[in-house]
């Protein structure tokens, strides 16, 4: 408690203990599972290729083009295997970073609008945020984009603040931050900003911010940043803008092609759960802001960021869960703010039991879940970790609300989370990798598979064989994500529909073939030769059309 207590203690030893408080929770065992399909495969085998092929330039997915996101994650991703080698931590490494100075970046930010200690609680809010941690813990490109949009934002609102010193660099480094959002995912980059700026300015009517800008240099310096790459892919790429900017963005938005649509209050539940523990506290800290708005711009600012990105993918008729995650620092912000000023009493306990009532709940369900869901595979110590943790997070929180000290609550709170935030995940991410990773079927095809064998996925494309094995496989269904590769160039003999496949296990040569177990039964019955099964996982099984020549193991 005493380490919150001072309001003028050092920014760099804060962010020295928050760093290395943080940090041990966000890179234990970061390593130690295997890589979950489809995200962490498909982001770091386009890397592995970069390197492979020496070409930073044209993004390629089982060296197809592959043109749905702009290359810094790649390139982040490129520079960890380089450094690392090629292993699970060297494709976490980076989204992981970003995220733990997306919590550093949360402190310095409300530290610098509002004092130390609502900065901290903003950063223990952010960083024991259930959700936050697991999704930075993920190897894809969202985290990436959170950091560098988290930057942008912070560095706008600082150099607008009145009497602020800094007001040339800050200006220039949102143009940076904001040209490395868009590197990390496109138009998004510049469009929530620019969204969110604009009607700061308009409901502060503070006009003159569009003099103070430096919008000729600034432009300058975000296209000096951004462009060259668009305009470098574009040249040795003529499909490439249509394909980026319409159907990957207009398309996108607009349509459902993409087949990822949910209803407009979709992020709504899905911020709740993954807030968690704090969710209940969302409400109190966005009223509060709400009431200060006209007099506190600093508030606005964090309103208009939460609520202009949060509306926009509401909107959008492309939906995931990772999309929301540049919401979660101007909330954490707002709700560290509020922790701060807030005086004892009702307002605290209340959201406070609240929370402890779901926490237990769902602790609850954790315990019961192993016996009544007929998966054997989901154990009955695992759901006693995992519930166990979740009850003690729940009575921690009604245990301080009872308190109605908010600085207390905070800590016990954000104490439990953490304790969950270390047990838990290692359990849950074990049980979901034997599920969704191929590594497992990979190591079988590096151990069996000759150089002339050819490795196929039958009716999609699973994303981490092409890492593990360092092969190009053959797909054998729908291209799905790799179709616009696969119309690129000399591709077609490394697409086929499940007709011609049937041809392939019945010709000459050794293959091994990835498909799901539903599919099996119609593949053997087609064969006119025996398909052996070799490995499983998950709801996927490795096959062959030839006995391999193993030599036999100690």
Request: hydrophobic content about 50%; aromatic content about 14%; proline content about 6%.
């Amino acid at each position: 408690m005493k380490f919150f207590d001072d309001d003028q203690g050092s920014l760099w030893k804060d962010l020295g203990v928050l760093f290395a408080g943080f940090g041990l929770l966000f890179f234990q065992f970061l390593g130690r599972l295997p890589l979950i399909d489809p995200d962490e495969g498909r982001y770091i085998e386009i890397p592995r290729e970069m390197l492979e092929r020496g070409d930073f330039i044209t993004p390629t997915l089982n060296y197809v083009k592959y043109f749905e996101k702009p290359p810094l994650h790649y390139w982040l991703n490129a520079l960890s295997l380089t450094v690392f080698g090629e292993n699970e931590f060297a494709a976490r490494f980076a989204g992981t970073l970003c995220g733990l100075l997306t919590v550093l970046a949360t402190y310095y930010l409300g530290r610098r609008l509002f004092g130390r200690r609502p900065g901290l609680f903003a950063a223990t809010i952010l960083g024991s945020a259930g959700g936050f941690l697991v999704q930075a813990r993920i190897n894809f490109t969202d985290m990436t984009l959170t950091f560098f949009l988290t930057a942008a934002f912070a560095f706008f609102i600082l150099a607008a603040r009145d009497g602020a010193t800094d007001k040339a660099r800050d200006y220039y480094l949102f143009y940076v931050s904001m040209a490395l959002a868009v590197l990390a995912k496109g138009l998004i980059g510049i469009v929530l900003p620019g969204a969110v700026i604009f009607l700061y300015i308009v409901f502060t009517r503070r006009w003159r911010l569009l003099g103070e800008m430096r919008l000729i240099s600034g432009g300058a310096l975000f296209l000096l940043v951004s462009a060259p790459w668009f305009l470098l892919v574009s040249l040795r790429n003529p499909e490439f803008p249509h394909f980026f900017f319409i159907h990957e963005h207009f398309q996108r938005f607009l349509t459902k092609v993409h087949h990822r649509f949910q209803p407009f209050w979709f992020f709504i539940p899905v911020l709740a759960g993954t807030m968690l523990p704090w969710s209940f506290f969302i409400p109190s800290a966005l009223k509060k802001a709400w009431q200060e708005r006209k007099g506190h711009a600093e508030t606005l600012f964090l309103l208009l960021w939460a609520g202009v990105i949060f509306a926009f993918f509401s909107k959008s008729n492309s939906k995931l869960i990772p999309y929301i995650l540049p919401v979660f620092p101007p909330l954490a912000l707002l709700m560290g703010k509020w922790f701060a000023e807030t005086g004892s009493g009702r307002s605290v306990s209340r959201p406070a039991f609240a929370t402890g009532a779901v926490l237990a709940l769902l602790g609850s369900a954790a315990l019961l879940f192993p016996h009544f869901s007929g998966k054997a595979e989901i154990g009955a110590l695992d759901g006693a970790v995992v519930g166990g943790l979740l009850i003690c997070q729940g009575a921690a929180a009604i245990a301080a609300g009872r308190t109605g000290e908010p600085a207390r609550l905070l800590v016990w709170l954000a104490g439990a989370a953490c304790l969950f935030a270390a047990l838990a995940p290692p359990l849950i991410y074990d049980r979901v990798a034997q599920d969704k990773s191929a590594k497992e079927l990979a190591r079988v095809i590096n151990e069996q598979a000759g150089k002339d064998a050819r490795i196929v996925c039958y009716g999609n494309y699973e994303q981490g064989i092409a890492f593990y094995t360092h092969r190009r496989v053959l797909l054998a269904g729908d291209p799905d994500e790799l179709e616009f590769g696969s119309q690129q160039g000399n591709n077609a003999a490394w697409f086929m529909d499940k007709g011609a496949f049937i041809g392939l296990l019945e010709a000459p040569g050794t293959l091994f073939a990835v498909l799901k177990r539903r599919d099996l039964p119609l593949v053997q019955k087609l064969s006119a030769v025996p398909v052996q099964v070799l490995a499983a996982a998950g709801d996927r099984v490795l096959v062959t059309n030839r006995p391999p020549e193993v030599k036999p193991t100690r």
